[in-house]
C-alpha cells in the first residue's frame, strides 16, 4: 500500500445476502470501497487483490472461511476480521491461530464492527498522511494543497473543508452535514456559509483547470467523486 491516505477498501465474504448487503452499505456509509464475496472461492480471490480489509465469514460455500483465512494468511498479511455464530472459545482460538487479526460472533452490533475494523485500519496507517486524489496532494502534516503541481493557498477553513470533502469521497454531504464537521456543532452560524467556501475552494482549486473537483448535488449538497 502507498505512503497516501486513499479510500480503503474493503472485502466482505458473507454468504448471508441479506447480511452481506447491510455490512455494505453501512461500510460505504462510513466512506469505504466494498467488494462482496457470497462464497471461499470468490473470497479467497478477491483476499489477494490487495484490499486493505478483509471481513470474513467462518460458514461459507465451496471453502470453509478456516481454510480461506490460512490461504490468505500464507500469502498477506491483509487484516482479517472474521464473523460466525460460533461463539465457543475453541473456535475462536483456532480462527485466531490460523491468522485471523479479530473475531466477532453473530449477532453483533454493526457500531462495534466498525469500530473494528477502524481500529484495524489505523494500526496500519502510514506515516505519510498525505491524501492524494487525482492531480491533488494535500500535505497534512505540512497543511499544503497542490494541484498538478502547483501550491494552491488555502485559508484554514478553505483547507479544513477541502480535507472533510476529500476524506468522504463519493458521498454527497449535506449542508447541515459540512457545517457540522467543519465549523463544528457549536458553531453560531448560518449553514449557507458552506456555499461561500465552495465557491472560494472551487474559486483556487479549478481556475485554470479543466476537469472540475466539487460537484453540486441539487437540493442536497455537495460532493467530490472519484
Not at 6 to 19: F, L
Not at 37 to 44: P, T
Not at 173 to 190: A, C, I, K, P, Y
Request: proline share 3%; glycine share 6%.
Amino acid at each position: 500500500m502507498d505512503a497516501t491516505v486513499k479510500q480503503r477498501r474493503i472485502v466482505v465474504v458473507e454468504d448471508d445476502a441479506a447480511i452481506a448487503r447491510v455490512l455494505q452499505l453501512e461500510l460505504q456509509h462510513e466512506g469505504y470501497h466494498v467488494d462482496l464475496a457470497q462464497n471461499g472461492v470468490e473470497g479467497l480471490e478477491l483476499a489477494l487483490k490487495e484490499p486493505d480489509l478483509v471481513i470474513l465469514d467462518l460458514m461459507l460455500p465451496r471453502m470453509d472461511g478456516m481454510e480461506v483465512c490460512r490461504r490468505i494468511r500464507a500469502k498477506s498479511r491483509v487484516p482479517i476480521i472474521m464473523l460466525t455464530a460460533k461463539d465457543r472459545v475453541p473456535d475462536r482460538v483456532a480462527g485466531l491461530d490460523i491468522g485471523a487479526n479479530d473475531y466477532l460472533t453473530k449477532p453483533f452490533a454493526t457500531e462495534e464492527l466498525l469500530a473494528r475494523v477502524r481500529a484495524q485500519l489505523r494500526e496500519r496507517e502510514p506515516q505519510d498522511r498525505s491524501i492524494v486524489y487525482k492531480d491533488v496532494v494535500m500535505d497534512r502534516d505540512r497543511h499544503e494543497v497542490r494541484r498538478g503541481g502547483k501550491e494552491i493557498a488555502l485559508t484554514a477553513k478553505e483547507y479544513a473543508l477541502l480535507e472533510y470533502l476529500l476524506l468522504h469521497r463519493n458521498k454527497v454531504h449535506t449542508r447541515d452535514e459540512l457545517f457540522n464537521g467543519v465549523w463544528g456543532s457549536d458553531f453560531l452560524g448560518d449553514s449557507n456559509l458552506i456555499d461561500v467556501y465552495v465557491r472560494y475552494l472551487r474559486g483556487k482549486l479549478e481556475e485554470g483547470f479543466d476537469e472540475k473537483l466539487i460537484s453540486t448535488v441539487r437540493g442536497i449538497g455537495y460532493t467530490i467523486k472519484d
